[in-house]
C-alpha cells in the first residue's frame, strides 16, 4: 500500500537551495556563509535529511577539522581532496528496518550526506593524518608560518588625528 505524504514547498525550496549552494561552491570555492539565493534556508537540514556538523581551525601550525559523524560506521565514509576542497561523504544506516507502528517520537534522520570545505591557502594537502573515535572525523593537516591568522598590534596614540576627510 502506498502512503500518501503531503507536498512542503518548503522542502523543496530548502532541497533547490542546497544543490545551487552545493554548485555555487564547486565553481567559485567556498563563501562562507555568504549565499546569493539564501531566501527559503531553514535552520539545520530539512526534515528527513541530515548531515555532519564541522569545526575548523588553525592550532600550532595545523589545520584541523572535526566531523561529528554519530552512527557513523568509518567504513561508510569517504575523505577526499580536489584541489583546496575537502570532501567528506558518508552515510548512517538505521540499524533497525523502519515501521512507523510503535513510535512516539521518531525524529533520527539516516541517509547519506555529503560536506564540502575550501582549504586555506599554505596548507599542505599531501600529510593529512586522520583518526576516528567516539562518532568524531578528525583531520589534521600542516601548515605554512605565513598560512596561519596572526594577530598585530597597531599603537594608538591619544591626541593624534589620523587622516581629515575631505
Given at each position: 500500500?502506498?502512503?500518501?505524504?503531503?507536498?512542503?514547498p518548503?522542502?523543496?525550496?530548502?532541497?533547490?537551495?542546497?544543490d545551487?549552494d552545493?554548485?555555487?561552491?564547486?565553481v567559485f570555492?567556498?563563501?562562507?556563509?555568504?549565499?546569493?539565493?539564501?531566501?527559503?534556508?531553514?535552520?539545520?537540514?530539512?526534515?528527513?535529511?541530515w548531515?555532519?556538523?564541522?569545526?575548523c581551525?588553525?592550532?600550532?601550525?595545523?589545520f584541523?577539522?572535526?566531523?561529528?559523524?554519530p552512527?557513523?560506521?568509518?567504513?561508510?565514509?569517504?575523505?577526499?581532496?580536489?584541489?583546496?576542497?575537502?570532501?567528506?561523504?558518508?552515510?548512517?544506516?538505521?540499524?533497525?528496518?523502519?515501521?512507523k507502528e510503535?513510535?512516539?517520537v521518531?525524529?533520527?534522520?539516516?541517509?547519506?550526506?555529503?560536506?564540502?570545505?575550501?582549504?586555506?591557502e599554505?596548507?599542505?594537502?599531501?600529510?593529512?593524518?586522520?583518526?576516528?573515535?567516539n562518532?568524531v572525523?578528525?583531520?589534521?593537516?600542516?601548515?605554512?608560518?605565513?598560512?596561519?591568522?596572526?594577530?598585530?598590534?597597531?599603537?594608538i596614540?591619544?591626541g593624534?588625528?589620523?587622516?581629515?576627510?575631505?
Amino acid at each position: 500500500m502506498f502512503e500518501l505524504k503531503r507536498w512542503d514547498p518548503a522542502k523543496e525550496l530548502s532541497n533547490l537551495q542546497r544543490d545551487m549552494d552545493d554548485v555555487i561552491r564547486r565553481v567559485f570555492g567556498n563563501l562562507g556563509s555568504i549565499s546569493p539565493i539564501n531566501l527559503f534556508r531553514r535552520e539545520g537540514p530539512a526534515k528527513g535529511e541530515w548531515y555532519p556538523v564541522i569545526d575548523c581551525y588553525m592550532q600550532d601550525n595545523k589545520f584541523i577539522v572535526h566531523a561529528d559523524l554519530p552512527g557513523v560506521d568509518i567504513k561508510n565514509v569517504d575523505v577526499s581532496i580536489t584541489g583546496n576542497i575537502l570532501t567528506i561523504k558518508g552515510e548512517r544506516k538505521a540499524e533497525l528496518e523502519e515501521k512507523k507502528e510503535g513510535y512516539l517520537v521518531h525524529e533520527a534522520c539516516y541517509g547519506s550526506f555529503e560536506r564540502m570545505l575550501t582549504i586555506p591557502e599554505g596548507v599542505d594537502t599531501s600529510k593529512v593524518t586522520a583518526g576516528f573515535k567516539n562518532g568524531v572525523l578528525d583531520l589534521t593537516m600542516p601548515c605554512k608560518a605565513e598560512a596561519l591568522p596572526r594577530k598585530v598590534r597597531i599603537e594608538i596614540v591619544e591626541g593624534k588625528e589620523g587622516r581629515k576627510a575631505a
